[in-house]
């Protein structure tokens, strides 16, 4: 098997157990304060090739989605949201095109383009993920202040691991 | 054809986004309780809000006969105060009343939604949860009947109109107390049918309809009047029309109906069953 996708594999089995092993079972509160939850599972579909079919790419990450949905038993939140990103995705490496293109660059990491490059892309996708994500549990757009708050505190903790794992693994 | 083709195929990736995020979303409308909840929940807080702004701007156009109706039964009211006050009168010393219990917890609440032309008509009031509607309570008007809770939602409850085809409502006639079913035929939403009065019941045009309370709806209160009552060759039971007092198509100000004794009776109707 090819080298390249092995590891793509192995750093979704990796993520998956992380996530749903030891990220679902952590329970962040501050005092009422019930708007944290960490998630990293979208690191694998923005890690994914950058030449990746499009139609490929939203397979992907509805698949993400159902994997982790089946452990969060919440079927069809996860997968929605990890299907949104897998299809903004490709417009927002588009949006964010460096000088001399995407060629020979095979992943959208922090080793080929620079951590600026990665923090700004992984910003944004974590972003749509979870806004997404947080939108369709809450599932009306009534409790918008409650979707934005979940998206944001979620999104502080799981930039800081989703950059803790950039940096000690370091993929290429 | 061609460029058709490659149209389709150049934008599958969009018809593939939809199509997951559709199965993503019947996903988490089936099998996610709380989901299900708001989206099933016609009356749920989103289409509730808009509902009561547009009936809001409606309300003001029948103000006249709303105001009407209040007074009408502003004064009904002051008559029964009346009755106790002079009851009490005499009383030197107040007394623990224990023969009297109270059975029936009216809240008030506003329609925001309302249907007549469907064959199963669904109601939204102002009303939910936090306000204390309780599902299956009865909703009426001062004139007449509205229908059944079906779901609460925090802040708007959906209803059963009785002009659906599934509502089944308990009455009788006043005059002798004979006891049917109230039910609609799907037509006019001012006249209704009743059935299983037996053909001795000497029903009358002009018999005044009221509840009997077995529906959870409060005793006596009244539904409308008969405007065709006959018995068919060989059949035992009245074909009876009635006109309903209350047009449900205007109604606006309801009350819910929270039956204290209903968990006893239902409890009991219960046992009876098994």
């Known amino acids: 098997m090819n080298s390249a996708i092995l590891k793509h594999i192995l750093r979704f089995v990796f993520l998956f157990l992380f996530q749903v092993l030891v990220l679902k079972q952590v329970h962040l509160y501050l005092g009422s304060f019930n708007y944290i939850s960490m998630i990293i599972m979208p690191l694998w579909i923005i890690l994914l090739p950058v030449n990746l079919p499009r139609w490929l790419l939203v397979i992907l990450g509805f698949a993400t989605g159902i994997a982790v949905d089946w452990f969060y038993d919440s079927p069809g939140v996860h997968a929605s949201a990890g299907t949104f990103l897998a299809f903004i995705r490709p417009f927002i490496l588009d949006y964010m095109e460096p000088k001399g293109g995407y060629n020979r660059i095979p992943i959208p990491s922090k080793f080929h383009l620079g951590l600026n490059w990665f923090v700004t892309y992984a910003s944004i996708s974590l972003l749509a993920y979870l806004l997404f994500y947080f939108s369709m549990e809450v599932f009306t757009p009534v409790h918008t202040l409650t979707i934005l708050l979940k998206t944001i505190f979620s999104f502080i903790l799981s930039i800081l691991l989703v950059l803790l794992y950039m940096f000690i693994f370091d993929p290429e | ?274």
């Open chain 2, 1 to 274: 054809m061609q460029n058709l083709l490659a149209f389709f195929y150049r934008y599958a990736f969009v018809f593939l986004f939809l199509l997951l995020e559709f199965i993503s979303i019947r996903l988490i409308v089936n099998r996610n309780d709380i989901q299900r909840e708001i989206y099933l929940n016609s009356s749920s807080i989103l289409s509730g809000k808009m509902y009561e702004r547009i009936g809001k701007i409606k309300s003001y156009f029948g103000l006249q006969e709303v105001n009407d109706g209040l007074a009408a039964e502003n004064a009904a009211l002051r008559a029964k105060l009346a009755d106790i006050q002079l009851q009490t009168a005499g009383r030197v010393d107040s007394v623990l009343d224990t023969t009297t219990h109270q059975r029936f917890v009216l809240l008030p609440a506003q329609i925001v939604n309302n249907s007549i032309e469907l064959t199963n008509n669904m109601i939204t009031i102002n009303k939910g949860s936090l306000d204390g509607v309780k599902k299956y309570s009865t909703v009426v008007e001062s004139n007449g009947i509205i229908g059944f809770v079906t779901q609460v939602g925090s802040r708007y409850s959906s209803i059963m109109s009785v002009l659906n085809s599934n509502a089944r409502v308990s009455v009788m006639v006043k005059r002798s107390g004979y006891i049917g079913n109230l039910v609609w035929d799907g037509n006019s939403p001012l006249l209704m049918n009743i059935e299983a009065i037996p053909k001795h019941g000497n029903v009358q045009i002009g018999d005044t309809i009221v509840t009997t309370g077995f529906s959870h709806f409060p005793k006596g209160h009244p539904v409308g009047l008969v405007t065709r009552a006959f018995v068919l060759p060989g059949e035992n039971f009245y074909l009876i029309q009635t006109k309903l007092f209350n047009d449900i198509a205007k109604a606006n100000y309801v009350y819910v109906v929270d039956d204290l004794h209903r968990t006893e009776i239902d409890s009991l109707s219960q046992h009876t069953k098994e």
